[in-house]
């Protein structure tokens, strides 16, 4: 409840004491209530969604670490075999 709405529920209260004071304010608590909860569960959900986007980088960070290494491996597959064609071209040659 805003500090407002309770000082204005307050001065109400004072000007009209009876069973709708308790009305007023009980209202006002469920009202205020509710407004948390939404919050709460925007909060819950925005922080689950940024979990599983954080999982999910974390996934794609070490599959690309993963294909860097490969490609790498790769890479130098790649330049032992040519110097190995080159070889055997010259053996050719002979």
């Known amino acids: ?13 004072k000007e009209d004491r009876g069973p709708l ?3 007023l304010l009980t209202e006002q608590y469920k009202a205020d209530l509710f407004k948390y909860q939404q919050k709460e ?6 922080k689950n969604q940024l979990d599983g986007t954080k999982q ?12 860097h290494n490969q490609n790498e ?3 130098a597959e790649i330049a032992r075999l040519r110097e190995e064609i ?7 040659k002979k």
């Open 1 to 13: 409840m805003s500090h407002e709405n309770e000082a204005k529920i307050k001065h109400e209260a």
């Open 21 to 23: 004071d308790i009305t």
């Open 41 to 46: 569960a925007e909060y819950i959900k925005t």
């Open 56 to 67: 999910i980088v974390l996934q794609m960070s070490g599959t690309i670490r993963e294909l």
């Open 73 to 75: 491996n790769f890479q």
């Open 86 to 92: 080159q070889l055997l071209e010259m053996q050719i």
